[in-house]
C-alpha cells in the first residue's frame, strides 16, 4: 500500500499507516484538493473516506455539507477541535453548508450536567470558540441535538438497522447508552440530507472513524427508503503531547496545551518539550538535530507556522546544526503567544456575538 | 406463594401462577380496590406490582396517573387492548390522570410505514377505538412519541443508565433497535411525572412485564436526580383463543376475534369453539360439562357478561348438565352481536369527534 505521504516526517507516521490500512481508509493525496490548507499540505491529514466526491463537488460547484459536532463540556478546547474547525473552514471557503451540532444530549447523559447547563456552557464558550478559530458567522448553521426531533426519531429508525453483533464489531463494546447516543450520530451526521440530497464531509480525529463507518452501514440499508448518499470523511492525526506521546491528554497536563491557556504556563511546557536535540551543543552543532523526533518541530508543523518555505528552512536549519532546541522552544513561545493573544480576542469579540449566530429553529 | 384467585377457574391459570413467583410479582386482590371491575373481579387481572400505593391515592384521593401506548398499525383492535382501556378507565373513573400516547416512532420504525402514515392510522382508527370502549374524551390526554422531544432526551439518559447484560437479563435478546425502543417506553411511562411526581399505574399483558421492570430498575437508577416514583403496574391474562391456545393470535384467524370484526365470521368461530362439553348430550345432561376448560365460557367471563351473578348461574348450569355448549354458544354468538353493535357506533361517533380529543402541544 501507499505509504502516508508527511513530507516532513514523524516518528509516529507508522502507526497511521496501520490505521490506514486497517481500517481501509483511502491515502488523502492533497493534489486533489484547490489550495490545501497547511494540515492538508503537511501530512497531517492523512486519510479519507470517498474524497473524490467532495473534490469533484469543489471542482464543478455542486452543493455538499460539511459537518462537525461539538460537546459542550469544560471550559476549554483542545488542538484536535481546532484541527476539525480548519478543515470546516476550508470546506466552507469551498463551497460548502456549514452545520455544526451541539451535542446537549451526550454531555447531559455522560457528564452529570443538566440539558440547560450544557446549552449554557455551549453559548458562553464553545460556539464562540469555533468561530473564532476562522469560521464565518454567517454561513454556519448551529443546532441542538436535544431539539432535533428529526435526528432523534431517524436515530430510532437506524437503530433497528443494526444487529448487536455488528455494533460490536464496529466499536467493541455495545453498551446501551453508547448504542444510543452512536445511532444518534448517524442522525447529525446525515441531518443536513433530511432536506436535500447531497454528499457531506464530516472533518473526525481517526478515534472518531466507527461512527462514520456506522454512518456508511445506515445509509446503505435505508438506501431504497431515503436514497441518502454515504458521508464522506477526513482524518487528521493527533497533536502529539509535548512529551512525545502520540497524543494530549488533560491527564497528563505537562504535555497538554489546552486554548485557551495561560501563556506563561504554555511557554514553561514547551522549554521542557521532548525535542530531537543531541547530548550535547557540540555534538548537535556536528551531526544536526532530529526534528522528526521533536515535539516543537510538531507544533510548528501542525499549528505555528504557516509558510511552508519557512518550516522547510527550519526543518534544514535544525538538520544541518545551524539552530538548537533552545532558540526553537523560543520561537515557539513566542509563536504560541501571538496565536494565544489573537484567539483570546477572537474569542471575545465571538462572544459578544453570539446570539446573532444562525441557530436552527425547530417547531 | 398465595395461588392466583379465579373463582371460576381455568385450566390456564397455573401457568400464571408460575409467572408471578417467576417475575417476583403481587398476587392481585380484588378487595383492595373499590368497585373493582368485572376483569379485576373474575381473576382475569392477577397480579400488579406496588398496588398499595395506588389504592392509597384512590382512597386519598391523592393525585396519581395512569398510561397506556397504542401501536397505530393496522385497522384493528384486540381483545388485550379492550382489557387494558377496561383497567385505563377504571383508574380514570377512580381519579387518575389519563395518559396514552401514540407509539408512532416504533410503528414507522417496524412496520414499514412512515411517521406520517402511523399519524394518519391513529388518527382514523385506534385512538377513536380506545375512546369507543369507554375512556373520557374531555379527561384523556394523548401524545405522538415522535413529537416528544421531553421523552426522546430523557430515554438517552436512561440509556447510559443501563448495562448491556442487564439488558439482556431483562429482555433475553439486545438488539440495539429493541434497546432503543426500550429505553424510550421508559421515557413514555415516565413522562407524566416530569412536571409533577406523582405515583402512576401501567395496565398491560404480562407480556409487557420486561418494560416495567426497565423503568423500576431506571428510576432507582436516577433517584437522586429525578425523584422519580417508581410506576406501579397491573396485569391481566390473555383472552385466550376460542381454540384453547393461551392467546388468541392473528396467525390463527380460525380461533381469533378481532374488535372490529363482520358478526357472521365471528358467530360461524364461536360455533366451533371449543367447550369443556362431554362426548355425547345424554353424557352431558348426566355428569354436567367444565366449563373450565371453556373458550365459550372464557368469553362470558372476560367480556360478555357483566353480572356475577348471571355469570354464576351459567357455570352452575353447565356443571349440572342443566345447559348445553350449543345453547351457550348461541347466547355468545347474540350477546357478540350486541357488543360489536355498539362498539361500532361508537367508534363512528369517536371518529367524528377525534380531532376535539387533548392532544399534547409540542414546542
Known sequence: ?????????????????????????????????????????????????DLKIIAECIKKKKPFYALTGI?????KIHFGNKMVVENLRYFQEHGAETYILVADLEAASTRGVTLEQARQRAMDFHIPAYIALGLDPEKTIFYFQSE?????????????????????????????????????????????????KMPGIIPVGIDQDPHIR??????????????????????????PSLEGAIKMSKSRP??????????????????????????????QRKIGGQPEEC?????????????????NQIFQDCKTGKILCGE????????????????????????????????????
Chains 1, 2 share one sequence.
Open 1 to 49: 500500500m501507499t505509504k502516508i505521504i508527511d513530507p516532513w516526517g514523524s516518528e509516529l507516521a507508522e502507526d497511521y499507516d496501520k490505521i490506514v490500512k486497517s481500517f481501509g481508509l483511502g491515502v488523502f493525496d492533497s493534489s486533489m484538493f484547490p489550495e490545501p490548507n497547511r494540515i492538508m499540505r503537511r501530512g497531517t491529514v492523512f486519510a479519507g473516506r
Open 71 to 75: 460537546m459542550p463540556t469544560g471550559d
Open 148 to 196: 432535533n426531533k428529526d435526528v432523534m426519531n431517524m436515530a430510532y429508525e437506524f437503530a433497528k438497522k443494526i444487529t448487536l453483533n455488528e455494533f460490536k464489531a464496529i466499536y467493541g463494546d455495545a453498551d446501551p447508552g453508547r448504542i444510543m447516543a452512536a445511532v444518534t450520530q448517524v442522525g447529525d451526521v446525515l441531518y443536513p440530507q433530511f432536506k436535500k
Open 214 to 239: 456506522l454512518a456508511r452501514d445506515v445509509v446503505s440499508r435505508v438506501k431504497s427508503k431515503y436514497g441518502f448518499i454515504p458521508v464522506s470523511s477526513i482524518y487528521h492525526k493527533f497533536t
Open 254 to 283: 505537562s504535555g497538554n496545551i489546552d486554548l485557551p491557556e495561560d501563556i506563561k504556563e504554555v511557554c514553561k511546557k514547551l522549554k521542557r518539550a521532548k525535542t530531537g536535540g543531541r547530548e550535547t551543543v557540540e555534538e
Open 295 to 311: 515535539m516543537i518541530f510538531e507544533m510548528f508543523k501542525q499549528h505555528l507556522i504557516e509558510d511552508d518555505k519557512q518550516l
Open 328 to 363: 526553537n522552544k523560543q520561537r515557539a513561545c513566542e509563536l504560541m503567544t501571538e496565536f494565544m493573544k489573537d484567539f483570546e480576542e477572537k474569542l471575545k469579540k465571538a462572544k459578544k456575538n453570539v446570539n446573532k449566530l444562525n441557530f436552527i429553529k425547530f417547531t
